[in-house]
């Protein structure tokens, strides 16, 4: 997983991790509450893995990598001209303070970019939650749901490879008992429109197996040496 999609999943743990859903549908027909669960952070990660979000970090992503890219050259540039003065070159300190002013520069560059994309990640996570939630606010109506509890299905947790990291995917999973009896993620996943995880990992096997397949025949199509 590349870094900027760490930092944007890393808004989502701090903003739905643990998170219960008090949503109120239509009262059931006989009275009594109707209580469904859903795993609201794996729809936002889905999500936020569409082309709609995805482009848009990879977008911000190569344009503060250009930016950087020409502040690096052009120190390395002050850098080589210090290089190659002699000493007591009257310029000489005039290139230094340049290049250490140059060095400054793109520290606070960096600080304020990652700052930036962390606030385009929470914006991000926030646009998302809301249309999940509208989603299975839409959901439960149908159903005649009158609470949805947001609790992370199963017990693997095979990215957890720290205590924290166990930790918040425990508080991710309030719901220990009843979460395979009535479980709306899937409906609320098609009401969304997202792909079913899967069939999309199917699908991805496939198209592995066929690049490999491929590039095995165009390997024993080249002449021997």
């Known amino acids: 997983m590349r870094a900027l999609d760490r930092v944007v999943l890393l808004v989502l743990g701090v903003g739905v991790l643990a998170l219960v859903l008090g949503l109120r549908a239509a009262p059931a027909q006989d009275g009594g509450d109707r209580i469904a669960s859903i795993d609201v952070l794996s729809l936002v990660e889905q999500k936020l893995r569409t082309p709609e979000y995805e482009e848009v970090r990879t977008a911000r992503e190569a344009e503060l990598i250009e930016i950087l890219q020409g502040m690096q050259a052009e120190i390395q540039l002050l850098s080589q001209q210090l290089q190659t003065m002699q000493p007591g070159d009257p310029q000489g300190q005039q290139v230094y303070a340049e290049f250490q002013a140059k060095q400054m520069e793109m520290q606070q560059f960096q600080q304020t970019s990652l700052d930036s994309f962390q606030q385009m990640g929470a914006d991000q996570a926030k646009e998302v939650y809301a249309l999940v939630r509208a989603a299975t606010d839409r959901v439960a109506q149908r159903e005649g749901v009158t609470h949805v509890i947001a609790s992370r299905a199963g017990v693997d ?34 009401e969304l429109g997202l792909p079913d995880p899967s069939e999309a990992n199917a699908e991805e096997a496939a198209d592995a197996v066929e690049e490999s397949a491929e590039e095995a025949g165009e390997a024993m199509d080249q002449p021997a040496p």
């Open 157 to 190: 947790m095979p990215a957890a490879n720290s205590l924290t990291a166990v930790t918040q995917e425990i508080l991710a999973r309030p719901l220990t008992v009843g979460m395979d009896r009535r479980d709306l993620t899937d409906a609320v996943r098609a």
